[in-house]
């Protein structure tokens, strides 16, 4: 009696770390880690586009800044700031900021995620700036992206001023605070942006699994 006691008494202590053993080998291989620090210097990447030329951090940015924004094709959060990001290019670009669209998602996981599909979204869109594919999700990474839409946006010498959502509501008719808009108009302006952070919402980014 004792005997089982003992060996129930182990399966229970052993039960907790081997769930854990467990979800740790489930969990994807690679996390993204803490986002970006504000005033940090936006990591630099050479991604290939749709238009299958290569796309350097520094080729994309403009004189006043630059967009870094992670996005994929088929997240409806994604899709549903499109047009509203597109609509930010055209009205910032020709103030000098640059823009630059990533996709990070892994194809194995949602394969309309894939780079042949990517090229026809940006088709179909007619994109004002490059879309580019992070195979590796290595630059995912660097810059703790976590969902999509995922805004980073840098001033003129790289640094991060603003990450975060696009503004607050995905319904574009309950929209109240729109801080990457405000974000962008203290760039322009050369003032410091006000509200640097804030919390980024959308489709988890889909990092490789083991």
Known sequence: MQTRRSVRALIALAAPVVAAAIALHAAPAALASDELAIGAKGPGFNLKGTDGKMHALEGVAGPKGTAVIFTCNECPFSKGYEDRLIALAKT?????VGFVAINANDPKIV??????????RAQDKGLPYPYVIDETQAIATAYGARVTPHVFLLDAQGKLVYRGRVDDSLEQDKVKARDFATALDSLVSGKPVQVAETKAFGCSVKYARK
């Open 92 to 96: 910032y670009q020709p103030q000098g």
């Open 111 to 120: 394969p309309g995620d894939g780079f042949e599909f990517m090229v026809k």
